[in-house]
């Protein structure tokens, strides 16, 4: 698992520092995880890899990243005096990042002919 997670913060850190040295507009991680992706890919990792296994643990529980979002609008709601825009911009991103996933998993789909995520 230590192992792992080394992976993964390693590819985030080159990601952050080619962000950098590039003055691109993209998030670091983002960067990162496109490197873990060519570096998975070129390696043909296995399911009992050490990376896949800290990422399937890390996926396992994604719920837990979202509390303190939830806890910020809940402390800031009496800030948040006008919700109407907020929700908006809530329903319209999540829609718009629904329909990016759909459409990269039907490229992806395209791409790995044969491989099915499970």
Do not use: N
């Not at 698992?1 to 998030?27: K, S, Y």
């Not at 948040?80 to 789909?109: C, F, K, M, N, Y």
Request: charged share 15%; aromatic share 6%; net charge positive.
């Amino acid at each position: 698992m230590i192992t792992g997670l080394t992976w993964l913060l390693a590819c985030q850190l080159v990601g952050e520092v080619l962000v950098r040295l590039l003055d691109v507009p993209v998030p670091g991680p983002v960067v990162g995880m496109l490197l873990l992706l060519v570096v998975l890919r070129a390696r043909k990792v296995g399911d009992d890899a050490a990376v896949v296994r800290a990422g399937t643990a890390l996926l396992r529980h994604l719920q837990l990243l979202f509390i303190p979002a939830g806890v910020g609008v809940v402390a800031y709601a009496g800030v948040i005096r006008d919700l109407l825009p907020l929700a908006v911009a809530l329903v319209g991103s999540w829609l718009l990042g629904l329909a990016v996933v759909g459409w990269t998993t039907t490229l992806l789909e395209r791409w790995l002919p044969g491989e099915r995520a499970r």
